[in-house]
């Protein structure tokens, strides 16, 4: 399948007269100033693609797609559509998708092109899946007997390709504020350092750097360009769907590898994960208790044996399985999982899977031996336990103090003063 960007119009030719085309473009300035026609030319357009999507699921399962196309916001409406979430995603499971030829694939390619911002919130709703099952595929254990995925390549490239061009060859910065200067907020514990500019606003951090444009994706680019692609995931997850972050959190915490018992171990006084950390088990442990991770280990390659003995790799239909994670892929996720861990406008579903990952993305880091994603999840670990003690706490609070108000409280006696003549 050719992925190419079709040209608006051919140049003009050197008879026409310059009369006519600054006509159009006048036109076309006072159309773009006309709001009402801005937003109807958005909504023809998130129609056609609503259509044009409604047509390509077979089966007979369209209708709960194309009736979206008469809303007010039809690509909100398409956005926040669970059954249409479920027919669009069952196609990305299906083991063919994702090849040069899917039409799905064509689909969200072009529609991310059309430059719509409500067309492309749905594109990147099913990205956490696409990328989980692309990602996923690769990395299986019999991955040369995949198909091709160029597919899903495309439109992972084109989501770079957009962020490459709204960066303007420019990285993301933040600034780190030097405590030793006052501000409006704080002063400093040992005093003003004099010593430096008063202009000295503090450091500045690489959050991510300068992108340099892909035509392909390569097996040394491909964590990079995923990781952008969370990124702008990230810079829209305020907008996103509670089943599309359900996904990301079902993948980061299957990318992580084998359900470890030792991330059920983190809190409290046996955790064993700490002294993994350390290259050695902690000295409290019993015998017994190295015996059991060594029987964990066992159970793993056994389950291991049996996958690959069947002939099936576990992200052949789009589950996860255990793939890398440098830090440019990381980095992201576990952003991301921070949203889904402490935004109060989640639900409890998406913060418990948010703390099923990271605990699995820190048991890993913790095997791996890796200072900058153990330090990073267990901070996320540490943030999510705190803030269900804070919930638990105020909840035990607003449970006495209702039963306080519906409690009768008994008459209070008159006090009675003794004086003596």
């Not at 991770?293 to 789009?318: C, R, T």
């Amino acid at each position: 399948m050719d992925f190419s960007v079709k040209p608006n119009g051919g140049s003009p030719s050197p008879s026409s007269s310059t009369t006519p085309h600054r006509l159009k473009s006048a036109a076309a300035t006072a159309s773009d100033r006309d709001p009402m026609h801005s937003w109807w030319e958005s909504v023809s357009k998130q129609r056609s693609r609503i259509l044009s999507l409604s047509s390509l699921l077979s089966g007979g399962d369209e209708a709960p797609i194309s009736s979206l196309a008469d809303s007010d916001r039809p690509a909100l409406s398409l956005l926040s559509s669970r059954p249409a979430y479920s027919l669009i995603s069952a196609s990305l499971r299906d083991p063919s998708s994702g090849s040069g030829s899917d039409p799905l694939c064509q689909w969200l390619y072009e529609t991310y092109l059309s430059s719509d911002h409500p067309l492309r919130l749905v594109v990147l709703s099913f990205l956490p899946l696409l990328a989980g099952t692309y990602l996923s595929r690769i990395h299986s254990s019999d991955s040369s007997s995949l198909p091709s995925l160029s597919g899903f390549e495309a439109v992972l490239l084109a989501i770079y390709a957009a962020e490459v061009k709204s960066r303007a060859g420019k990285g993301v910065l933040v600034h780190i504020p030097d405590l030793s200067q006052p501000s409006l907020y704080h002063t400093p514990r040992n005093g003003v350092d004099r010593s430096r500019d008063s202009n000295h606003v503090g450091s500045v951090g690489v959050l991510s750097p300068q992108l340099e444009p892909q035509v392909a994706v390569k097996s040394t680019k491909r964590a990079g360009i995923v990781g952008v692609g969370m990124q702008c995931y990230f810079k829209e997850i305020s907008q996103m769907p509670a089943w599309s972050k359900l996904e990301l959190c079902s993948f980061a915490g299957a990318w992580a590898g084998q359900d470890c018992d030792c991330k059920e171990k983190i809190d409290g006084e046996g955790d064993k994960v700490l002294a993994l950390t350390n290259g050695f088990v902690d000295s409290s442990s019993s015998l017994n208790g190295s015996s059991e991770i060594e029987a964990a280990e066992e159970e793993e390659e056994e389950e291991e044996q049996v996958i690959s003995s069947n002939g099936v790799g576990v992200g052949v239909g789009g589950g996860g399985v255990r793939i890398p994670l440098p830090w440019e892929l990381l980095q992201p996720i576990l952003r991301i999982l921070g949203h889904c861990l402490l935004s109060p406008l989640n639900s409890e579903d998406v913060k418990d899977a948010a703390s099923n990952a990271v605990r699995s993305l820190y048991a890993r880091a913790s095997h791996d031996l890796n200072p900058q994603a153990i330090l990073a999840t267990r901070s996320l670990v540490n943030l999510d336990a705190s803030a269900r003690a804070a919930a638990k706490t105020a909840s035990a609070e607003s449970v006495d103090g209702s039963s306080n108000v519906n409690t009768p409280s008994k008459s209070k006696k008159p006090e009675i003063f003794l004086s003596s003549k």
